[in-house]
Every structure is written in structure tokens, then in C-alpha cells.
């Protein structure tokens, strides 16, 4: 984890994030916590990393999310040399998937 983060101000929010119990309530949370625009921002991010983790081309990512190559670099950089925070999450979710499909 990066001691820079580790705050109670951050602490506080990931406590916060943590209570949240279903999808209307993440709506309600983040739309009062975060502008239009940021929210935008961590979606377009966390589908960048989805596309990345699924080995999908630069050009295909642009078209698809409009992000910056810059973005998807960073985000990139954060699947290979990150927290393993989007593998973790990945794997949670296909895995809840596939219990679902069955």
C-alpha cells in the first residue's frame, strides 16, 4: 500500500465506500461526493483497465472510451506495476458472473 494514502481523511471514504450496501445507494454516495466529471473519470479508468486486462489494443480502447493514450498508459502502468486493485476486483466480479449464469 502507498504510506502516501494512508491518511484518515482516506480512511474515512474507503470506510465510507465500504458501508455502501447496494447499486442505488453507490449512486447516491458518489454523486454527492464526486462531480459529473469525476465520476466519468474513475468509470472511463476502471473500463480502460477492463479492456487492458482483456488484451485489447490501444486504438480499440480510444474508440471505445475516448480516453487519452496518456490515460491508458497510466492505467496500464497501474495493471502491471500497481496494487493488483483492478486484478482483484476483476476476479470478484467474473467469478460473481459466473455463479450468476449458472
Known sequence: MNEKLKEFNVEFLFQA???LRDMEEC????????TVQELKA????????????ENKVYSD?????????ATISR???SLHYGCD????I???LNEKNEAETK
Open 17 to 19: 465506500v465500504l458501508e
Open 75 to 77: 492505467v496500464n502502468r
Open 42 to 53: 474513475l468509470a472511463q479508468r476502471i473500463h480502460v483497465a477492463k479492456m487492458l486486462s
Open 85 to 88: 486493485g483492478y486484478a482483484e
Open 61 to 69: 480502447i480510444v474508440a471505445e472510451t475516448g480516453a487519452s493514450t
Open 27 to 34: 449512486y447516491k454516495f458518489f454523486e454527492d461526493l464526486c
Open 90 to 92: 476483476f476476479k470478484r
